[in-house]
Every structure is written in C-alpha cells, then in structure tokens.
C-alpha cells in the first residue's frame, strides 16, 4: 500500500489502538528534550500531534509538517495553539523552512518509510542555525532484523506499511556526511520488553 495511503488510513485509529513503539517514543521524546528550550523547532511527520503538545512546550514557535491529510486532521484537532503551525509537505523535497531558521528539528518514527537518509540529514543541516539540534528517533534496527516494521488493523486484516532498514551506522555516515556532529546516541525499551532486544534508538546530532 502507498505509504501516504496507508497513513492517512490509520489515522483515525492510529491513537486508540494498543501500540508500544508508539508510547515509547512519546516517553524517550520527553525524556531527551525535556530540560531544554528552543525559540523555533521544527518537527517532521508530527503525524496525530503525540509529540506536538510537548514540542509546543519546550519551544517558542513550532512548525509541524506531515505528508497525510488525515494525520494532520488529527493533530489539529487535539492541539490549537498561537505558537504551533501544522503544515502539509513531503519531508523527502525541500522543507518550507528558510536555511538557518531552526533551532531544533525533531524526526519521529518516519525515517523507516525513507529509502535513502541522507537528503533528510542535509536538509536538517540546511534549516538549522549554527549551534542546532537535530533529534531522530527510530525503530531500532535490530527491531527491523527481526522482520518488524509499523503495522495496523483494519477489520481482519493487518496492513504492513513499507519500510527500509537502515543500520546504526547509516545514521551516524548520514550525520558525519552532511556535517552534523553525534553527540548523544541511546537505546531504549518499553517496560513490556524485558529481555528483548532495544525498541527505538535515539540520536541527538549538533550543527
């Protein structure tokens, strides 16, 4: 299925369904950024707004962009705010940001739909002020290796979105290529994941 497609498709379910990858990524957001304050971020695939609200928070004005009509249709509902913009755009071409307007640019869950990283890193690069963050937080791909990718029901189906496996060490070429240093790297586990391998991995990359 289209990867827009199937988004805008679990859109109207994509909040109330049991899904941990989704609920840790909300904690690790939090848990990452939560000391910190940005005048201007911009977030990619800010999809149902999960991360919106916080974002909203820790930062002055916030743009918010998705691909899917019906996430955006969502996150407007849940979030009205004087400092919070939400936009339609295709995060693989040019962002409607200018270059080094941005203090802080968050990537949630979406970099797994994206066959080739490294425009997105460049991008981030492009729209960052010198001293910005660029946060990404991912299905670890060890996760992938296991054949996991986002998944949804719809009646007695279960609609797989597609996706790319991307190694750790993409990420890292993806930063060190387009001129963002690493300067914090960790794994995480939802509390149902005793014993299993890391559920996401986060990076926080500086210009």
Known sequence: MNIQKAYNDWSDVYDSGSNLTRDLD???????????????ILELGCGTGKNTAFLSQIGEELLAIDFSEGMLKKAK??????????????????WPCRAGSVELVTCNLVLEHIEHISPVFSEARRT?????????????????????????????????????????SEF??????????????????HAEDAKQLPRLASFMFQK
């Open 26 to 40: 909300q904690t690790v957001t939090a848990d990452v950024l939560a000391n910190l304050r940005f005048k201007s």
């Open 77 to 94: 509902e849940k979030l009205v705010s004087t400092n919070v913009l939400f936009c339609a755009a295709d995060m693989t071409k040019v």
């Open 128 to 168: 960052l002020m010198t001293g910005g963050w660029f946060f990404v937080s991912e299905l670890h791909p060890f996760r992938q290796y296991q054949g996991k990718k986002a998944r949804f029901e719809r009646g007695d189906k279960t609609v797989e979105i597609t996706a790319f496996v991307h190694h750790v």
């Open 172 to 189: 890292f070429e993806a930063g060190e290529g387009s001129g963002l240093a690493l300067r914090q790297f960790r794994e995480w586990w």
